[in-house]
C-alpha cells in the first residue's frame, strides 16, 4: 500500500502563493506518475497536473496554466505544487495522487492511490 501525505495548504489573499507537497513511501515515488487534483462541494474531483515518473513531461488544467507548476524529488519521495497569482475559484480540497506507469494520464479513475487532501482557501 502506498501512502500520500499532503501539506502546506492554508488561507490566502487573491494574487498570494502557496506551495503543496505530497509525501509519498519511502522508494515508490520514482516508479509513479503522479498528479495533484481538487474537489469543491458538490461538484466532481477535477484533474489540476500531473507529471510523469522520470519528471520529463507534465500536464496542467487550462485555468491554471502559466500559474501552476508541479514538480517532484524522487530523492525525498516528494510532489510539489507551487501555486502563484491565486484566484477565488482555486478554492477547493487538493489531492495527491499516484499510479504505476510513464505517462500522465488524466481521467481520476486511472490513479491507485490518493491523500487525504489539504483545503486551499483563496479570499478575495
Known amino acids: 500500500q502506498v501512502q500520500l501525505v499532503e501539506s502546506g495548504g492554508g488561507v490566502v489573499q487573491a494574487g498570494g502563493s502557496l506551495r503543496l507537497s505530497c509525501a509519498a513511501s519511502r522508494g515508490t515515488a520514482s516508479s509513479y506518475t503522479m498528479g495533484w487534483f481538487r474537489r469543491t462541494p458538490g461538484k466532481e474531483r477535477e484533474f489540476v497536473a500531473g507529471i510523469s515518473w522520470k519528471g520529463g513531461s507534465d500536464d496542467y488544467l487550462d485555468s491554471v496554466k502559466g500559474r501552476f507548476t508541479i514538480s517532484r524529488d524522487n530523492a525525498k519521495n516528494t510532489l510539489y505544487l507551487q501555486m502563484n497569482s491565486l484566484k477565488p475559484e482555486d478554492t477547493a480540497v487538493y489531492y495527491c495522487?499516484?499510479?504505476?506507469?510513464?505517462?500522465?494520464?488524466?481521467?481520476?479513475?486511472?490513479?491507485?492511490?490518493w491523500g487525504q487532501g489539504t483545503q486551499v482557501t483563496v479570499s478575495s
Open positions: 495522487a499516484a499510479r504505476r506507469g510513464v505517462g500522465v494520464i488524466t481521467a481520476a479513475g486511472n490513479y491507485d492511490y
